[in-house]
C-alpha cells in the first residue's frame, strides 16, 4: 500500500487543532461548514430531487469554534449512539441526504451517475462505517486513505467535503431525535473533520504521482461463451499494478458509473491489460462490455486496488479458488509465481456451474502443462464433467488438509464467505487467505 501522510497519523492529527477547520490539498485552509462561494452562489441545473417536506430542513451551521479537538474515545460512544438510533431509519437518512446535498449544492450532482438507485447508500455506509471505526486508527486510516485516492476518478476536490459534511449532519439532526445533543453534533464534526482530511491528504499525495484515471483503448475483445467476454485494452500510459489487484472501470455508455473488474494477467512487457466480464442479467456495465464494447472503444480506468496479491518472501504453497470470471486474477497470480522462478506449489480448484462455462480451462491446462508446481482442478456444480462435481468449497475440504498453504479467493460473495470457512476448517488460520473485496472495508490497503 502507497504511504501517505494520512497513513502514518491519526485521525486526529490529520485533523489539526481545530477541528472545524481543514486543510485543502494545496494547504489552504477551508471550513467545513461554509461550502465556496461559487457553489453557494450556483443556479440550479436540471432538476433536483426535494428533500421531504414534513420538516423544514435545518439552516446550514457556521462553524463552532468551541468544537475542539477530535477525542475518539469519548466521541466514538456518542457516536455509536447516534448510529444506533438511524441504522433501523438509514434508508430515509440517506434520501434525504442526498435531496438536501443536491439541493443544496446542485453542481455536485454532475458528479454522481444519473440513477443512483442500486448504490447511492454506499457513501453513507461509508461515513457511518468510519464513524464506527473512529477509535481504531490503524484501519480507519487504511480504509478512508484508500477511499479518499478512489475519489479522485469521480472529480471529488477537497471543497467539496464540506457541503458533505454540512448535509450529513443537517440529516443525523432530522433523524436522530433521540440521541442528538450538542455534545453529539460536536462529536460528529470532529469525526468528519478528520474522516475528510485522511481522504483529503491521501488523494493529494497520490495527485503528486499518479493520475487520477486512465484511458484504455479496447484492442481486442473475445467472445468465450455467450456472456463472457475477454477484453484486451491499452492503456495511455503504464499502469502500475500487481498481479491479483482489480481496477474500477468506467465505460463511454454508462458515465460515472464504475463496477470493479480484476486483471487477468500479471504486469507485461507491452504494457496491456487483460480482464475477463460476465454479463449478468440486466448488468449495466457488464452487458456493455461483453454485448457492446468492441476494438477501438475508450474506456476509463481508476487505480488498481486490491490486497489479493502474492508475498514472494514467503515458501508457502498457494491454494487458490477461482469461481466463474474469479478465475481472471488467480491466471495472472500463475503468471506471476512463474515470473519469480520459485517452484512453490500451487494449487488451483475453479469452479463454474457446467462444463461449458469453465471458459478458460484450456488456458488453465496449458499453464499446468507448463509448470510442474502447478496444478489445476476443474470442479462443476452441474454434472456431466471430466473433473470433479459439486460445490467448489466442499472439493476443497476433500483434498486437505492445506496448512502449509496460504488461501487465495476470487469469485461471487457467496463463493468467498463459504469458501473462506472451508480453508479455515481446511487448516489455514484467517490472517494467511486473501480475497477480493466483499465490501469496501475489505478493499483495505489496495
Ligand atoms: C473486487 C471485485 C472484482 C470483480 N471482478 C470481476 C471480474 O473480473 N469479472 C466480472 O465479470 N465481474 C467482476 N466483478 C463484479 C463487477 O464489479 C460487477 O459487479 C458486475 O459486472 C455487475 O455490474 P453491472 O453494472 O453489469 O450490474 P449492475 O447494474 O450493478 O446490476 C444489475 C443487476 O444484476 C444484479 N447482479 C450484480 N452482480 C451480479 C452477479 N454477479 N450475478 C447475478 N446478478 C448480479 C444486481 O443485483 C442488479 O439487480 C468484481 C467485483 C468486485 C467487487
Ligand atoms: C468523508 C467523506 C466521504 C466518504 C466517506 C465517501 C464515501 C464513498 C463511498 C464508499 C463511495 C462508493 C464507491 C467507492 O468506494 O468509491 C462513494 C462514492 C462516491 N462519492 Fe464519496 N465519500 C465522501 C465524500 C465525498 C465527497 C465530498 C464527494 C463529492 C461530492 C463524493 C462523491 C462521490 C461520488 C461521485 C461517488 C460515486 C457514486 C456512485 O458511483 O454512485 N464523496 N463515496
Known sequence: MATTSADNGTPQGAAGGTAAVGRDAGGGEWNWFTPPAEERAAPPSGPAPSPPAARPAPEPFVANPDYGRFDPESDALLIRRTLEEIEPISQAVTSYFYALLFVRHPRLRELFPASMDAQRDRLFKALLTSAKLIDDTRVLTQYLSHLGRGH??????PEHYPAVGECLIAALTRYATRTWSEEAEAAWVRAYTAISQIMIDAAAEDERRAPAWWQAEVVSHEMRTSDIAVITVRPDRPYPFLAGQYASVETPWWPRVWRNYSL?????????????VKAVPAGWVSGALVHRARPGDVLRLGAPAGTMTVDHSRDNGLLCLGGSTGIAPIKALVEDVARHGRARRMEVFYGARSAHDLYD????????????????????SEGPSDGLVGQLPDAVRRY???HAYDGYLSGPPGMIRSGVDALVGSGIPSHRIRHDSLDGLAAVGG
Open 361 to 380: 480451462l484450456d488456458t488453465m491446462r496449458e499453464l499446468e502443462r507448463r509448470h510442474t508446481w502447478l496444478s489445476v482442478r476443474p470442479v462443476v
Open 400 to 402: 486437505g488438509p492445506w
Open 264 to 276: 487477468a494477467c500479471a504486469p507485461r512487457t507491452d504494457g496491456l491489460l487483460v480482464f475477463h
Open 152 to 157: 479522485r476518478k469521480y472529480g471529488t476536490r
